[in-house]
């Protein structure tokens, strides 16, 4: 059995919209994948910080990232408190890429420029790409 304190990887896109519709009729709760937006919100506020902890360099006391070629896994989710976001979230830089609802265009932040939105989902681009923020374990 897996360890439930590690990330689960190696998930797609469509596993992990299974998933939360899997969550959503068990739980009685509304659960989806997180626009680009929210997560670029949540990772960095509203003060534009560079990294989920601010301006900061990142180091290995941030985040698990993949300068270290001897690391054979992900680490424990929270192993890196130091590194907590403005919100509060934990290992948005590092240890594993998390996916995003919307596809991916290279071009969709130059096309908002000068707009307002309200939580804004790509959804014209390349279809068969996706969005993945976060790590690079």
Aim: with cysteine; proline share 7%; net charge neutral.
């Amino acid at each position: 059995m897996a360890n439930r304190r590690y990330p689960v990887v190696g998930v797609s896109w469509f596993d992990a919209v299974a998933f939360a519709k899997w969550l959503t009729e068990r739980a009685g709760a509304t659960f989806r994948l997180p626009s680009e937006a929210q997560w670029e919100y949540a990772a960095r506020g509203s003060d534009g910080r560079l990294y989920p902890w601010g301006d900061e360099t990142p180091d290995s006391s941030f985040a698990c990232y993949s300068s270290d070629r001897l690391r054979t896994h992900p680490e424990v989710v929270g192993s890196y408190p130091k590194g907590r976001g403005p919100f509060g979230c934990l290992d948005q830089a590092g240890n594993v890429f998390e996916w995003c609802l919307d596809v991916w265009d290279p071009l969709v932040y130059q096309a908002r420029l000068g707009t307002v939105f309200s939580d804004p989902v790509a959804i014209k681009g390349f279809s068969s790409q996706r969005v993945l923020r976060g790590g690079t374990w």
